[in-house]
Structure formats: structure tokens, C-alpha cells
């Protein structure tokens, strides 16, 4: 952790614009709390990845609340590409207002634009920057103890991108927060309670989205308690072990799955204070 944290420093030296990627699902919680310590006066950009997950008006809501905070935020969806296009524009126009006396103009013709990607682990990084490349050449070399300088990739609108995204780590000491970097997926499935997480996301579901949960499980009543509903769930499923015992466990994967899909709606976790 703290030899990622060395490397985002280090490397945050050689550009002129850091690229933050959020998941949009999850703008807060997504987001490492010492970003604003280590990148400093850095020009940042947020983007607000996967956000064909995301519920549209709380999207919409939380570009605003940046706007507030005094950043540029773009909704973006590197699986599609939709939204990418608008990023080299921003990243220029940061790296103009951004500039200090030790750098060179960009507004001439001295040099392009560097930025460097950084964000926590299954945010979109990797995605994000083979998209705007426009092809399968950042490979991310992840091995530590390699010391080899940061390649640069020149993508459309002439702007340079280090290849090598900076990780960055989530506050995972907060339950709440740890629950929705959890239920989106940002959190492997060995380091949590599986049938918990879904239990909760229903019972979440059931308060912000109920007929998102009704239409997919087709179910009429939603029971209030979250083994209940994930057992109900098992029964249109048929999850069903011998002895007639619903696998609860199996109903919680495919909710789960189904939720980070996107098959069940999209859906905004965070919601931020306008
Ligand atoms: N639906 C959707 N999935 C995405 C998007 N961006 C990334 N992903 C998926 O998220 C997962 C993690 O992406 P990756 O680029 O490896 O994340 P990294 O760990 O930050 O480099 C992969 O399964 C991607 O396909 C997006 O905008 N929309
Ligand atoms: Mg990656």
C-alpha cells in the first residue's frame, strides 16, 4: 500500500493533469481520501467511470457537485467509449490553467499535455486508458520491483498519457463505505460476507428501487428481512438443495452479479449533498 502511494508520488511529478477515476455508482466511496494530499496543486479531473451503471439524474447531480467543489467532472463509459471524447479537451485546458513558471507553455507548441490515471483498484483504469488510446497497447506491467520509466501514449487530441495508472487505495474502515465498494464490485468476494452484502443491497434496493426487485425476481411482496428476501429469491429460482433447503448463498452471488451487471437497473449508491 504504502509502495503504491510511493509510486502515485512519484510519477505524479512528471505530469501536468492528473485523471481521478470515480465510479460513478459510487462517487465518495470510490474515492482515496488522500487525493487532495498527494496530488496537491496538480489540475485534476474527475471522471466519473461506468456510468452506464449509474442512475442518470444522480449522475447529473453529483457533475454538479464537483462543478461546486471547483472541478471539471465528466461522465464517462469506457466500455463503450461514450463520453471519452470530451476528456483530451479538459485535460488541455487544466494543463493551461494549471501551468506553473518551471513549465513549458502549452498553449505553444512546445510539448503535449502529460497526465497520468489513477484511481482504486477495479475502477476502470486499465479500460479507460486502452479506450482512449484507441487500441490494446497500455499494458500495465504490475510487478513491483521493476524499475523502469513510465511509458507515454500520444492519444487523440494530442495529449500524453503514462501508460502505468496509479493505484490508489479505498477507506475500507468504514462499514458503510466498505459495503458499497463491496456490492459494486470494487472489493474482491473473499474479503467479505457474501450473503451480508446482498442482504443489505436489497435492503437498500427495497427502499430506493423496490420495483426494480419485484420486476426482476417477480416478486409481489418484498419481505422486510434480508435472509427472508434472498430465500424468496432462491424460490423463483430454484436454488433449491436436497432436503428442500434454499441456498441462500447461490441467491446471493446471482444477486449480486445481476446488480453489477447492470440487469437489474442502474443504480447510484452515493448521493451527494447539493
Ligand atoms: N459497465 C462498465 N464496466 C466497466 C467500465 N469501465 C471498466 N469496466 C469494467 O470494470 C472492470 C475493471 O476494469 P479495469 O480497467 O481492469 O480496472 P482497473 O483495475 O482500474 O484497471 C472490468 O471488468 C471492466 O470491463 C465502464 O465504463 N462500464
Ligand atoms: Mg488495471
Same mark, same amino acid.
Given at each position: 500500500m504504502a509502495k503504491a502511494r510511493r509510486l502515485v508520488k512519484e510519477n505524479l511529478k512528471?505530469?501536468?493533469?492528473v485523471i481521478e477515476i470515480l465510479d460513478a455508482r459510487i462517487p465518495a466511496s470510490s474515492r482515496n481520501q488522500e487525493i487532495g494530499g498527494l496530488t496537491g496543486q496538480k489540475p485534476r479531473l474527475v471522471v466519473l467511470n461506468k456510468s452506464d451503471l449509474a442512475d442518470p439524474l444522480l449522475t447529473g447531480q453529483w457533475e454538479k457537485y464537483f462543478s461546486i467543489e471547483g472541478y471539471h467532472a465528466v461522465a464517462v463509459n469506457s466500455l463503450s467509449g461514450r463520453g471519452l471524447k470530451g476528456v483530451p479537451g479538459h485535460v488541455r485546458r487544466l494543463a493551461v490553467e494549471g501551468k506553473v513558471e518551471s513549465r513549458p507553455s502549452?498553449?505553444?507548441?512546445s510539448r503535449s499535455p502529460r497526465c497520468m490515471v489513477v484511481g482504486i483498484p477495479n475502477v476502470g483504469k486499465s479500460l479507460f486508458i486502452n479506450k482512449l488510446a484507441g487500441r490494446r497497447a497500455a499494458r500495465v506491467e504490475d510487478r513491483p520491483g521493476i524499475t523502469r520509466g513510465p511509458q507515454w501514449i500520444r492519444v487523440a487530441g494530442n495529449i500524453d498519457l503514462m501508460d502505468m495508472p496509479g493505484i490508489l487505495w479505498p477507506k475500507l474502515d468504514d462499514q458503510e463505505v466498505a459495503f458499497r465498494l463491496a456490492a459494486t464490485g470494487?472489493?474482491? %468476494? %473473499?474479503?467479505?460476507?457474501l450473503i451480508a452484502v446482498a442482504g443489505k443491497l436489497m435492503k437498500w434496493l427495497t427502499e430506493y428501487y423496490p420495483a426494480a426487485i419485484q420486476k426482476r425476481y417477480k416478486l409481489e411482496d418484498l419481505p422486510a428481512d434480508p435472509l427472508e428476501m434472498l430465500e424468496a429469491i432462491g424460490m423463483k429460482r430454484g436454488f433449491v438443495r436436497s432436503g428442500?433447503?434454499?441456498?441462500t448463498f447461490q441467491s446471493a452471488q446471482v444477486v449480486l452479479k445481476e446488480f453489477r451487471e447492470g440487469r437489474l437497473g442502474r443504480f447510484t449508491l452515493d448521493r451527494p449533498e447539493l
Open positions: 512528471l505530469v501536468d493533469v502549452f498553449g505553444g507548441r470494487a472489493i474482491r %468476494e %473473499e474479503v467479505f460476507d428442500g433447503v434454499i441456498d
